[in-house]
């Protein structure tokens, strides 16, 4: 039987693991490549760097860290942030990537979904959502809107209708941000999770919002997430990743135990 | 030491798999020409992605009827994901002619609940092999495709392990030294390192028959 998977995401800046709210604030947390591994030995399914340094010159460094990864670490590595062309993407892949996570680039230009995916395949090809309600909290009848640039921007884009437009221009998975939930510990947004899962056939990876295994089991039972992501619950030592699936596991959740990993 | 060739014909990430395979002590060539095929003891063919544009790629760079003559030969072979699909006639995806090595054809996965196929899953043994020494039965391997080879009729024999995912395919085959898996080892951890050595070992077994020793190879 296929496992959910729990992926720790790592925000990367210059080469280097960084911790901040928001993109403001960021301390030093270590080498990529070393953390990567780390998380694969306690069972992380996959791993996902999201590059948030919007230097230019930033994207060498990137691929010396992806490089580096991809020798160390023999799980799966998405990379998001900052690809905008196929070259660009084949540059990432060409480095040890398995996967490209494209948000605003894609909001943009959808076309760039449609080439990536006839030139790498479907499988290669993430759409990241940044999704925001539009109403109050508890009216998600409104539905919820598209944000770019980490929250800073609206788009106008109905949610739902752009999780269906980027899985058929070629997107094999999307990527769930609740802005509403991210940094707050709330929990995951199951409703929103829920109403892009219904729609699309593709797996969808929760994020935004944990602060505990419960919410992992909720992603997963009330979201119908196929993954779900998580930052700083991991980074943080709160939870390691063997103790979520654990209590994945013991909900009745499938997942991949590691052996020597055990809560 | 232990020659493996991988062919690269830009259909995706080789860092991982060069660095498991040099891991479990083999050294890698990268084969962009036949002529680089000289002097190896084995050959990994990967690859990620649709049928059509991979063979265009193959046979763009003359690697096609060096691949059959490897294979007809009986040497070492290693298909992973497209690689094992390649092995077949064709392939629903795009209708492309694949290699034909074996009767079947590469087909959408059947009642699949999502798609793609992305994730780590259980890989069900039908007979035991070398490949899988050392692993457990039923150890969990990372895949990520939509489509997977359906073996025509007279290659039963063919079939090593099937995994399910809505409907059940076949993810792993072998006949004689030619082998293939849908899973990516090199992605799959422990268990994965495991399979690639346990490749590693039949091709140096394969290159170095008992009593004889091999001469050195002239001229790299």
Redesign the interface.
């Known amino acids: 039987?296929?496992?959910?998977?729990v992926i720790p995401c790592l925000d990367v800046a210059d080469g280097r693991v960084v911790k901040g709210t928001r993109f403001v604030d960021l301390t030093d947390e270590g080498d990529p490549p070393e953390l990567a591994e780390r998380y694969?030995a306690e069972g992380a399914?996959e791993i996902v760097y999201l590059d948030i340094d919007a230097a230019p010159g930033g994207r060498g460094t990137l691929l010396e860290v992806v490089?580096r990864t991809?020798?160390r670490a023999?799980?799966?590595l998405t990379v998001g942030g900052g690809v905008r062309s196929v070259t660009e993407m084949r540059d990432v892949?060409?480095?040890?990537?398995?996967k490209v996570s494209f948000n605003t680039a894609a909001v943009r230009d959808p076309g760039l979904v449609r080439r990536c995916a006839r030139?790498?395949?479907?499988?290669?090809v993430v759409v990241a959502i940044d999704a925001r309600r539009r109403a109050g909290p508890d009216d998600p009848g409104a539905g919820w809107e598209v944000v770019v640039k980490g929250g800073r921007e609206a788009t106008g884009l109905d949610a739902l209708a752009w999780a269906e437009l980027a899985v058929a221009a070629g997107a094999?998975?999307l990527l769930v941000t609740s802005i509403d939930r991210d940094g707050t510990g709330a929990g995951y947004d199951t409703v929103l999770l829920r109403a892009i899962a219904d729609r699309v056939?593709?797996?969808v990876i929760a994020s935004g919002g944990a602060s505990g295994p419960d919410d992992f089991v909720a992603a997963v039972r009330d979201g119908g997430a196929?993954?779900v992501l998580a930052a700083s619950i991991f980074h943080r030592r709160r939870h390691s990743i063997a103790d979520v699936k654990a209590v994945m596991a013991a909900a009745g959740i499938p997942v991949?135990l590691?052996a020597g990993t055990a809560a | 030491m232990t020659r493996i060739a991988v062919v690269d014909y830009g259909a995706g990430n080789l860092v991982s798999i060069e660095q498991a395979l040099a891991a479990a002590g083999a050294e890698i060539v990268l084969v962009r020409r036949a002529e680089a095929l000289a002097d190896a003891d084995a050959m990994v063919v990967p690859g990620v992605g649709a049928a059509a544009p991979a063979m265009a790629r193959l046979r763009r760079r003359g690697l096609e009827a060096p691949i059959l003559a490897w294979i007809a030969a009986g040497r070492p072979f290693l298909g992973i994901c497209l690689g094992l699909q390649l092995l077949f006639d064709g392939s629903d995806e795009d209708d492309a002619v694949t290699l034909g090595v074996l009767p079947g054809r590469t087909v959408r996965l059947a009642d699949a609940p999502r798609l793609p196929h992305i994730g780590w899953n259980q890989v069900e043994r039908r007979r035991a092999h070398p490949l899988f020494a050392g692993i457990e039965d039923d150890a969990d391997f990372y895949f990520v495709h939509s489509y997977a080879a359906a073996p025509g009729p007279g290659t039963d024999d063919v079939i090593l392990a099937e995994t399910a995912h809505g409907g059940r395919f076949v993810s792993a085959i072998a006949r004689g030294s030619l082998a293939g898996v849908q899973f990516h080892p090199e992605r799959s951890g422990s268990d994965g390192l495991r399979l690639l050595a346990n490749f590693v070992g039949l091709a140096r077994a394969a290159g170095s028959p008992p009593g004889l020793t091999r001469a050195p190879a002239l001229a790299r």
Not at chain 1, 93 to 98: E, K, N, P, V, W
């Open positions: 039987m296929l496992r959910v998977r694969a399914d490089e991809a020798r023999f799980v799966p892949l060409r480095a040890g990537a398995d030139r790498f395949g479907s499988q290669a094999g998975e056939q593709v797996p196929s993954a991949r590691v």
